[in-house]
């Protein structure tokens, strides 16, 4: 977006350049051609200045919150559209200003070119106070957990519209086995994860071929080179260009996304809670804070996977592909909590609320997976009773809390 900005830029200074010979504003807007250099030169040093502080700050937004949250994080934070406007502007303006600066002569002063450069600037200025306001406020972990748990809200919605729509693919929560061998085994060429698929393509190439293509390795799962990444069962006589074709319906690289995987949201939000559980740390009050925004979201996806086209037949034509168990989503949202806040009075207290939530709320579907985490964090969270002191035999303050939280 800022290589675009600055292309545009550069066609937007001749456009006005061009503009000024045919056309003539008043004689209050119209400058000088010493004027008009000095200013287009203070807008280019400007515009300069600006650019480089955006990225300072950007980095340091990074460097703090890759220490403090998680560097997981980073991708939600770098694709953010405002910082890719503030950066677009302050480009555009560069290179604006640049070309006007160009076409100055004693005989020739593009004035409307240079009003316009400094109305840029101006805006620049305006995106980047705005986008360091919202970046400062981003910086809180509570604020970070939000967003990533509105991404990952939005995530799921998208899931579950696909899952409603005509090419809705079958989601299977174990590997498919099918009857006779594939016909077409899709291997990578390259290590990654997968980030995202192109369902519709894949079910209306089954369609077309009349076979059914199982998708092996789940959304944010990672494939090594060589394993089978799709398996096509029927559809006889392919043509040869038919393995590239399924090959590029499913995207690789580097790490998981949530654009299609909510599941990396609910991982992002424990990274952060427990980061902040770390004896060098030491916020459990933070990690609470995370523990609602989780609870949310485990809420909407315990209501809604029973709904969702999850069943363990597949028809042909058509598309399989895996789906994360409920079972398994509560365990990687809970386990690694429990373990580090387990002697947190207040972080126990609030698991055991989420969970109890979670059993009345999250209907029949999720209730055996919630009620397994509950009398686990029950049967965890009721230690031996410990001595006051050396010289007495009475449980202490603590242990009594612990009785408490675990009843």
Same mark, same amino acid.
């Given at each position: 977006?800022?290589?675009l900005?600055g292309?545009?830029?550069?066609? *937007?200074?001749i456009?006005?350049?061009? #503009?000024?010979?045919?056309?003539?504003?008043?004689?209050?807007?119209?400058? @000088?051609?010493?004027?008009?250099?000095?200013?287009?030169?203070?807008?280019v040093?400007?515009? &300069?200045?600006?650019?480089?502080f955006? !990225?300072?700050? #950007?980095?340091l937004? &990074?460097?703090? %919150?890759?220490?403090?949250?998680?560097?997981?994080?980073m991708?939600?934070?770098?694709r953010?559209?405002l910082?890719k #406007?503030?950066l677009?502007?302050?480009?555009g303006?560069?290179?604006?200003?640049?070309?006007?600066?160009?076409?100055?002569?004693?005989n020739?002063?593009p004035?409307?070119g240079?009003?316009?450069?400094?109305?840029?600037?101006?805006?620049?200025?305006?995106?980047?106070?705005?986008?360091l306001?919202?970046?400062?406020?981003?910086?809180?972990? !509570?604020? =970070?957990?939000?967003?990533v748990?509105?991404?990952?809200?939005?995530?799921?919605? #998208?899931?579950?519209?696909?899952?409603k729509?005509p090419?809705?693919?079958?989601h299977?929560?174990?590997?498919?086995?099918?009857?006779?061998?594939?016909?077409?085994?899709v291997?990578?060429l390259?290590?990654?994860a997968?980030?995202?698929?192109? $369902?519709r393509?894949?079910?209306r190439?089954?369609?077309?071929?009349? *076979?059914?293509? !199982? /998708?092996?390795?789940?959304?944010?799962?990672? =494939?090594p080179?060589?394993?089978a990444?799709?398996?096509?069962?029927?559809?006889?006589?392919?043509d040869p260009s038919a393995e590239?074709?399924l090959?590029s319906?499913?995207?690789?690289? /580097?790490?998981?996304?949530?654009?299609?995987?909510?599941?990396?949201?609910?991982?992002?939000?424990?990274?952060i809670?427990?980061? $902040?559980? @770390?004896?060098?740390?030491?916020?459990?009050?933070?990690?609470?804070?995370?523990?609602d925004h989780?609870g949310?979201?485990?809420?909407?996806?315990?209501?809604?996977?029973?709904?969702?086209s999850?069943r363990?037949?597949?028809?042909?034509?058509?598309l !399989? /592909?895996r789906?994360?168990r409920?079972?398994?989503?509560?365990?990687?949202?809970?386990?690694?909590?429990?373990?580090?806040?387990? @002697?947190s009075?207040?972080?126990v207290r609030?698991?055991? %609320?989420?969970?109890?939530?979670l059993?009345?709320?999250?209907? /029949?579907?999720?209730?055996? $997976?919630?009620?397994?985490?509950v009398?686990?964090?029950?049967?965890?969270?009721?230690?031996?009773s410990?001595?006051?002191?050396?010289?007495c035999s009475?449980?202490?303050?603590?242990?009594?809390a612990?009785?408490? &939280?675990?009843?």
């Amino acid at each position: 977006m800022p290589v675009l900005g600055g292309a545009a830029g550069s066609l *937007c200074g001749i456009v006005a350049a061009e #503009a000024d010979r045919h056309y003539s504003l008043p004689e209050g807007w119209s400058y @000088s051609a010493g004027t008009a250099q000095a200013v287009l030169a203070s807008v280019v040093a400007a515009s &300069v200045g600006l650019t480089g502080f955006v !990225v300072t700050v #950007a980095v340091l937004i &990074v460097q703090m %919150a890759t220490g403090t949250f998680s560097a997981r994080y980073m991708r939600i934070f770098y694709r953010d559209g405002l910082l890719k #406007a503030v950066l677009a502007v302050l480009v555009g303006t560069l290179t604006f200003s640049y070309a006007l600066l160009r076409r100055v002569e004693q005989n020739s002063v593009p004035s409307f070119g240079v009003t316009l450069a400094g109305f840029l600037l101006s805006t620049g200025v305006l995106l980047f106070l705005v986008f360091l306001n919202r970046s400062i406020h981003r910086l809180r972990p !509570v604020a =970070v957990a939000a967003l990533v748990a509105k991404a990952g809200r939005r995530s799921f919605d #998208a899931m579950i519209r696909e899952a409603k729509g005509p090419d809705a693919p079958t989601h299977l929560p174990a590997a498919y086995v099918g009857d006779a061998p594939p016909t077409l085994v899709v291997a990578t060429l390259r290590a990654g994860a997968v980030q995202a698929m192109d $369902a519709r393509g894949l079910a209306r190439f089954a369609r077309a071929h009349d *076979c059914l293509i !199982v /998708v092996r390795p789940a959304v944010g799962d990672f =494939v090594p080179e060589g394993a089978a990444l799709l398996e096509v069962y029927g559809g006889e006589g392919m043509d040869p260009s038919a393995e590239r074709r399924l090959r590029s319906m499913v995207v690789l690289g /580097v790490e998981r996304t949530i654009e299609q995987d909510p599941a990396f949201a609910i991982r992002v939000m424990v990274d952060i809670a427990i980061r $902040a559980l @770390s004896p060098a740390v030491n916020d459990p009050t933070t990690a609470v804070q995370v523990l609602d925004h989780l609870g949310d979201t485990l809420r909407l996806f315990g209501t809604t996977s029973g709904s969702t086209s999850v069943r363990a037949d597949a028809r042909s034509p058509g598309l !399989v /592909v895996r789906a994360r168990r409920w079972e398994d989503i509560v365990q990687a949202a809970i386990t690694e909590i429990r373990l580090y806040g387990g @002697s947190s009075v207040q972080v126990v207290r609030r698991l055991r %609320a989420l969970l109890e939530d979670l059993r009345e709320g999250a209907g /029949v579907f999720s209730s055996r $997976a919630t009620q397994r985490s509950v009398r686990t964090r029950r049967k965890r969270a009721t230690p031996t009773s410990v001595p006051c002191c050396t010289t007495c035999s009475r449980p202490s303050p603590l242990s009594r809390a612990w009785l408490i &939280v675990s009843r």
